[in-house]
């Protein structure tokens, strides 16, 4: 069973916007983390957000956590048009599985030109 | 580097043939995976290896095998390939280092397999 369900599952911005995209999951976690999937390649890794953290930034991306609700969002800022991609959340269970990650199906980001 | 490599990039099979998807990583990683991934499902854990010499089933391994030949590489066997086994298949490694919340189990994935099962 998927652990993580993003929402939406599709998402259409214009350019320069702000894209936003959230992360459910079911069990507690040791981490959370987010990737990238352009079409037709494989998963690239965007951010890792602890259990004891609430928000983390990496350049345009704000991942925040909130571990009572056993959600999480991940913000680009100023889209672009090579920001075009499947995005994917991932958590490590807790207290073990630290080897292992659950994904959630994914939100399919368009930015339009 | 490389990283993650994968081979064969395409494969056409019929129903009943077997064949093996290889997977390689240049990172000295101890973990490796195999992830099959389709429309609507995100990605599904088949098998995945702790550390060289150990292999564990993950969500979804029925009809397949797997075999960690040494640190770099790990690979996926299909003995009778079936129209349901249709999907593209990915293999990743990480190297978890600490337990528990301090963990950084980021992985690296290779570019994918792409079966089709007839």
């Known amino acids: 069973s998927q652990q993580g369900e993003e929402d939406p599952q599709a998402l259409s911005i214009q350019e320069g916007e702000n894209a936003t995209m959230n992360c459910s999951y079911k069990t507690s976690i040791n981490n959370l983390q987010w990737y990238r999937q352009n079409s037709g390649r494989g998963l690239v890794h965007l951010i890792l957000?602890?259990?004891?953290?609430r928000e983390k930034h990496s350049g345009r991306l704000r991942v925040t956590l909130d571990t009572s609700k056993k959600s999480s969002s991940l913000l680009i800022t100023a889209s672009r048009a090579a920001d075009t991609a499947s995005y994917f959340c991932?958590?490590?269970?807790?207290?073990?599985?630290?080897?292992?990650?659950?994904f959630g199906t994914g939100t399919r980001l368009t930015i339009i030109p | 580097n490389a990283g993650v490599t994968q081979t064969p990039k395409f494969q056409v099979l019929k129903t009943g043939q077997s064949m093996t998807l290889q997977c390689a990583q240049d990172m000295n990683h101890n973990s490796m995976y195999w992830y099959r991934q389709d429309p609507g499902m995100g990605l599904r854990l088949i098998y995945y290896?702790?550390?060289?010499?150990?292999?564990d089933k993950g969500e979804v391994p029925n009809g397949y095998n797997v075999s960690r030949l040494n640190k770099r590489e790990f690979s996926l066997r299909l003995e009778s390939a079936a129209p349901s086994q249709t999907s593209v298949y990915f293999c990743?490694?990480?190297?978890?280092?600490?337990?528990?919340?301090?963990?950084?189990?980021?992985?690296?994935f290779g570019a994918g397999t792409r079966l089709s099962v007839l």
């Open positions: 957000i602890r259990s004891n953290e």
């Open positions: 991932a958590t490590a269970a807790y207290p073990f599985g630290n080897e292992k990650l659950t």
């Open positions: 990743a490694s990480s190297q978890p280092g600490l337990a528990g919340v301090m963990a950084k189990n980021i992985q690296y």
């Open positions: 290896s702790a550390s060289e010499g150990t292999t």
